[in-house]
């Protein structure tokens, strides 16, 4: 594929243009990068295919006289009222029309982001359970993306739709075939920036070797240079927790015992903020370590589909979904600013950066 080699840019746990020396500190004191989540190219078709299980959800209701709503039994979302009548290949040309507006909004910052990450969920079908549609998805992915900026860095990180809930050897070599390393640590003047592959953190069934070599890795890269930082910030799918470090575990997070430990290591090593997706929702939370250190914890919103929350249901759970929305007007991207003051941010729609052109 044209302009397949720009995927490939993480190798060797670098990213080629983007190590230690390629950026002078003296030139990035202040700059600009968009952290994106969620592409997830073919998710709103799907959860059209299963629209029929929330039939199955009314059914519980009425056996049970009330008593079960069938949220847990099947937690699925409603696809919200504007999708009512659209078919399955309308939905998707919505979600490429979404990630379409994101390199559009990208391409006409000014200046222009240093980098854009996105963090992981780039398509939807997994890998190892439908291999054809995944790999569809992927090259419409690569297709869009492929149109940001030359001058401007594409970070793509891998999640558990990317890899499988489960990855194995198979699933992470296929990524790597396709995106490069799947974590990986680069550089924008003396920042440091350290790429996770959160998915082995949430289940590492098939890949216990592959996990001990990354948390090996990622003690080595807190430890490398640490002196001579100004700031260092973490990108991964999975956020470490949504609102609160001592919440319960739950499908979107990551479990309590693992959350804590990488947290405590993470401050340790001065990282200031980790951003991730996979809530498909915006959240903040920060923790504050033993010796009083902080790390804020940003969960970014979808570029595609956004989810409602129900308060009724776990709000860490998939029970806590009430429905589902692809739109500009709660669709969007982060964008960070870094200076010697520090790092800042804001979600912004594409509807309200498409207004502000």
Known sequence: MENDQRFLAADG????????GDLSPKDFQDYTFVQLADTQLGMMTQMKEVQHLLYLRTL?????????????????????????????????EIEVELSRQAVHCINKMS???????????????????????????????????AKIDPSIRLVCLCGNHDVSEKPSAKELGLWKERFGD?????????????VLNSQMYKNDTNCKQEAEHQNEW?????????????????????PPFINDPEESSGYFPLSKEVRLDILARLAEGDVSHWFCGHYHRNAEGTFKSSNGKQIEVITSGAVGGNIETDPAGDVLGLS?????????????LRIVSVSKKGITHEFKTFESLMTEE
């Open 13 to 20: 746990r670098k990213y080629s243009g983007l190590e230690r």
């Open 60 to 92: 519980i209701k009425i056996f049970t006289l009330g008593f079960k709503d069938g949220k847990k039994e099947i937690p699925i979302p409603e696809l919200s009222a504007i999708h009512r009548g659209q078919t399955g290949e309308d939905l998707f």
């Open 111 to 145: 200046p222009k982001p240093v980098f854009a990450v996105i963090c992981g969920d780039l398509v939807h079908a997994f890998p190892d359970k439908d291999p054809k549609k995944n790999a569809m998805e992927v090259e419409a992915f690569k297709n869009i993306y």
């Open 182 to 194: 799947d974590y990986f640590s680069f550089w924008v003047g003396s920042d440091k920036y350290i």
């Open 218 to 238: 990622l003690d080595k890269e807190l430890q490398q240079g640490q002196e001579n930082r100004r700031f260092t910030a973490v990108f991964s799918h999975i």
């Open 320 to 332: 806590g979904m009430k429905s589902i929305k692809a739109d500009a007007s709660v669709s969007g």
